[in-house]
C-alpha cells in the first residue's frame, strides 16, 4: 500500500475537499489536527499541534508527502517551522505549501507570517512546492456578510479582490501533491477583478437586501499596496472558472449568509 498522504488543515474549508480527492486517487490519508477526528475509509485522525510542535513527530513519521494547508490569522510561520523541521528528521519527500497571492507585497502582519512560512518550506531541504492562491469565495462571503450587518456598510476606496472557488484550489493541489515537487508555482486567482463595491452588490441582490453604502479610504503603506493591486494575480498566473455570482447562486438563500 502506499504510504499515507499527510494533510495538515484536513478538517479546514480547503481540508474537507482536498481528502475526498486524495481518496478518489488511491492514496491513504492522514489528517492532523488539534482536536483529532473520526476515521473514515482509508482517513486517519492525528492529534498534534504545529504551533507548540507537540506531536507533530509522530504526527509525520512514515509518510512520503507532507500537505499542508493548516492556517490562522497569525503564528503560521512558527506552525510552519515546527513541520518543515518533523518532515525533515522524517525523511519526508515532498512538501506541498498553501500560500496567499500579495504575500511578498502586501505589507501586512498576517501576510509577513505567510511569507516566512514560504521561506521556511523553501529552506527545508526537504523537496517542496508552494501555490500561492486568491481569497476563496467562502471567505469573501463571510467578510462581506459581517459587513452587510452594520447599517451603513463600509467600503474601502480601491480596495479590489480576485476571489476564486476552493473547488479549484483543491483540485489544483491534489494535482500538485501527486506531482514532482515544482518549487514556487504559478499563482490562482479568480477569473475576474471586483471592486469590494461589486462583491457587496452581489451578495445584497443575492440575500435580498439593501444598505447603505460610505467609501473610506485605506490608509498607510497596506493601502498602498491594495490600492495598487498588489494582492491580485501576476501575470503568468492561473485562473479558476466559478465566478462569485456564480458561487453565490449556488448555494440556498437560507445559507447565503456565510
Known amino acids: 500500500m502506499n504510504a499515507p498522504i499527510l494533510v495538515t488543515g484536513g478538517t479546514g474549508t480547503l481540508g474537507r475537499l482536498v481528502v475526498p480527492l486524495l481518496r478518489e486517487a488511491g492514496h491513504p490519508v492522514r489528517v492532523l489536527s488539534r482536536r483529532g ?25 512514515g ?21 518543515v523541521d518533523a518532515a525533515r528528521r522524517a525523511d519526508v519527500s515532498h512538501l506541498v505549501h498553501i500560500s496567499v497571492v500579495g504575500a511578498d507585497r502586501v505589507p501586512l502582519a498576517w501576510l509577513r507570517s505567510k511569507l516566512n512560512a514560504e521561506r521556511a518550506v523553501a529552506g527545508s531541504d526537504v523537496p517542496w512546492t508552494t501555490l500561492r492562491a486568491a481569497q476563496f469565495h ?12 452594520l447599517p451603513v456598510v463600509p467600503v474601502p476606496g480601491g480596495l479590489r479582490l480576485q476571489p476564486v472557488d476552493a473547488r479549484e484550489v483543491a483540485a489544483r493541489m491534489v494535482e500538485l501533491t501527486l506531482g514532482a515537487p515544482a518549487g514556487l508555482v504559478p499563482e490562482l486567482a479568480g477569473p475576474r477583478v471586483y471592486g469590494l463595491d461589486e462583491l457587496v452588490t452581489g451578495y445584497l441582490a443575492a440575500v435580498g437586501r439593501r444598505r447603505l453604502r460610505l467609501r473610506v479610504p485605506l490608509p498607510g ?3 498602498r499596496a491594495y490600492r495598487n493591486g498588489d494582492n491580485l494575480a501576476r501575470p503568468g498566473a492561473t485562473f479558476g472558472v466559478r465566478t462569485w455570482e456564480a458561487f453565490l447562486a449556488e448555494r440556498p438563500a437560507a445559507g447565503v449568509r456565510g
Not at 477526528?37 to 513519521?61: F, S, Y
Not at 509518510?63 to 513541520?83: C, E, S
Not at 467562502?138 to 450587518?149: E, G, I, R, S, W
Request: no cysteine; hydrophobic share 40%.
Open 37 to 61: 477526528g473520526r476515521p473514515g475509509d482509508g482517513v486517519t485522525h492525528v492529534t498534534a499541534d504545529l504551533l507548540t510542535g507537540e506531536g507533530v513527530d509522530p504526527a509525520v513519521r
Open 63 to 83: 509518510v512520503g508527502t507532507v500537505l499542508h494547508l493548516a492556517g490562522g490569522p497569525k503564528g503560521d510561520d512558527v506552525a510552519t517551522r515546527h513541520l
Open 138 to 149: 467562502d471567505l469573501t462571503l463571510t467578510m462581506v456578510a459581517k459587513m452587510a450587518k
Open 221 to 223: 503603506k497596506a493601502g
